[in-house]
Nanobody
Framework: QVQLVESGGGLVQAGGSLRLSCAASGGTFSTYNMGWFRQAPGKEREFVAVIRGSGSSTYYADSVKGRFTISRDNAKNMVYLQMNSLKPEDTAVYYC???????????????????WGQGTQVTVSS
């Protein structure tokens, strides 16, 4: 089972940018599809973005499309989420997730990924 540790969260003004990082260990990283999810206070965890193990395909939630970019570096066992043009409604705890068996389409369901990080807080002020 892969272990995941997120970093890079913080406080930023609306319109600003942040890059989240997720370090993976304990597995063959390139075999895992990787995703980012978020959970705001009082809301359910929701899908943000996912990337195939090879890096060849990505999906985004409509709410972040054109503003966020997911990428990975399989040589470094890292996945990233570049967040631009941040809005107050992007405020949430952001989680990295991994799974070897679900397709990247199925990874969009927050109940499917088997491995999760501890989360990193992103706060966007207006």
């Amino acid at each position: 089972q892969v272990q995941l540790v997120e970093s890079g969260g913080g406080l930023v003004q609306a319109g600003g940018s942040l890059r989240l990082s997720c370090a993976a260990s304990g597995g063959t990283f390139s075999t895992y599809n990787m995703g980012w999810f978020r959970q705001a206070p009082g809301k359910e965890r929701e899908f943000v973005a996912v990337i195939r193990g090879s890096g060849s395909s990505t999906y985004y939630a409509d709410s972040v499309k054109g503003r966020f970019t997911i990428s990975r570096d399989n040589a470094k066992n890292m996945v990233y989420l570049q967040m631009n043009s941040l809005k107050p409604e992007d405020t949430a705890v952001y989680y990295c997730a991994a799974d070897r068996f679900f397709t990247i389409g199925a990874m969009k369901n927050p109940t499917n990924p088997h491995s999760w990080g501890q989360g990193t807080q992103v706060t966007v002020s207006s």
